[in-house]
T-cell receptor, first 118, second 116 residues
Framework: AQSVTQPDIHITVSEGASLELRCNYS??????LFWYVQSPGQGLQLLLK??????LVQGIKGFEAEFKRSQSSFNLRKPSVHWSDAAEYFCAVGPHENYGGSQGNLIFGKGTKLSVKP | KAGVTQTPRYLIKTRGQQVTLSCSPI?????VSWYQQTPGQGLQFLFEYFSETQRNKGNFPGRFSGRQFSNSRSEMNVSTLELGDSALYLC???????????????FGPGTRLTVL
């Protein structure tokens, strides 16, 4: 069955420290991969996405993610965390090929809540 | 360009009632998807509409339904509400174009539904 696993429910890092959020997926073929962030009471904001090509993807707010096919992983990283990064982060996969090629049916992980210590 | 808007933002209903939520996609987007977010189950896909047709559906009972209008606006309806339907309902829009690598979902702020 298709699934996304985010092993860490809650992570706390100090401001200025580096961050890595883990994401593993199970899918029949190479999927499209996404990271979204959700602040309390808000919708989801797209951080970055991987469709094909370079396996290191740059996103907004200084985030990057690396797709590793052999490990079925798509981990999110940031070299220096800011207090404003405190939020919940969701990894998602979408069908690489389907009826219409759109990403209208995403499978999400359960999320990782990030807290930032001053 | 305006983002995805959802109305109302908050709703309180009682068991057995029905509710209708509305979503206006980004201008030019033809695909609208709906998701349910709960603390226990996380984000779960409900259905997707493209050009007024439902083209994908998640694993939810028939009490959950939706539709899309010619202007791409979408509504979802939940009939005979249950306590477990309390959730944040998120709408997302995208172009829906086949094979487009730029086809990304943009989410609205959600409608918080509380069932008492």
């Amino acid at each position: 069955a298709q699934s996304v696993t985010q092993p860490d429910i809650h992570i706390t890092v100090s401001e200025g420290a580096s961050l890595e959020l883990r994401c593993n997926y199970s899918y029949g073929a190479t999927p499209y991969l996404f990271w979204y962030v959700q602040s309390p009471g808000q919708g989801l904001q797209l951080l970055l996405k991987y469709f094909s090509g370079d396996t290191l993807v740059q996103g907004i707010k200084g985030f990057e993610a690396e797709f590793k096919r052999s490990q079925s992983s798509f981990n999110l990283r940031k070299p220096s965390v800011h207090w404003s990064d405190a939020a919940e982060y969701f990894c998602a996969v979408g069908p690489h090929e389907n009826y219409g090629g759109s990403q209208g049916n995403l499978i999400f992980g359960k999320g990782t809540k990030l807290s930032v210590k001053p | 360009k305006a983002g995805v808007t959802q109305t109302p933002r908050y709703l309180i209903k009682t068991r057995g009632q029905q509710v209708t939520l509305s979503c206006s996609p980004i201008s030019g987007h033809r695909s609208v998807s709906w998701y349910q977010q709960t603390p226990g189950q996380g984000l779960q896909f409900l259905f997707e509409y493209f050009s007024e047709t439902q083209r994908n559906k998640g694993n939810f009972p028939g009490r959950f339904s939706g539709r899309q209008f010619s202007n791409s606006r979408s509504e979802m309806n939940v009939s005979t509400l249950e306590l477990g339907d309390s959730a944040l309902y998120l709408c997302a829009s995208s172009s829906g174009l086949a094979g487009s690598s730029t086809d990304t979902q943009y989410f609205g702020p959600g409608t918080r539904l509380t069932v008492l």
